[in-house]
Nanobody
Framework: QVQLVESGGGLVQPGDSLRLSCVGT????????MRWYRQAPGKQRELVAS???????DYADSVLGRFTISRENAKNTVYLQMNSLKPEDTAVYYC???????WGQGTQVTVSS
């Protein structure tokens, strides 16, 4: 089955950390640039981070220095390490495989005291 499945979301306090995972199956994961997007209530989906198959990374200004994207092709997995979380990071986080044009179902991250 061709799919992306995210996990690792949850409810955390400001300043905490979370690591999101996204596992791809049924397609050539290692050939794809992988991205993390997020969508907060009432807002448009925005690009958070991207990693190419040559491990080049890019980040939104709002997460630069706090979030780290990485991938482990042997496990068909892309990660998003999120540190120093803020309430404005609250959103549903989605992974996306560019060449495949495939979205995951999303995982909720809530940052609240």
């Amino acid at each position: 089955q061709v799919q992306l499945v995210e996990s690792g979301g949850g409810l955390v306090q400001p300043g905490d950390s979370l690591r999101l995972s996204c596992v791809g199956t049924g397609f050539a994961f290692s050939s794809n640039t992988m991205r993390w997007y997020r969508q907060a209530p009432g807002k448009q989906r925005e690009l958070v981070a991207s990693i190419t198959n040559s491990l080049r990374t890019d980040y939104a200004d709002s997460v630069l220095g706090r979030f780290t994207i990485s991938r482990e092709n042997a496990k068909n997995t892309v990660y998003l390490q999120m540190n120093s979380l803020k309430p404005e990071d609250t959103a549903v986080y989605y992974c996306y495989a560019i060449q495949r044009g495939l979205w995951g179902q999303g995982t909720q991250v809530t940052v609240s005291s």
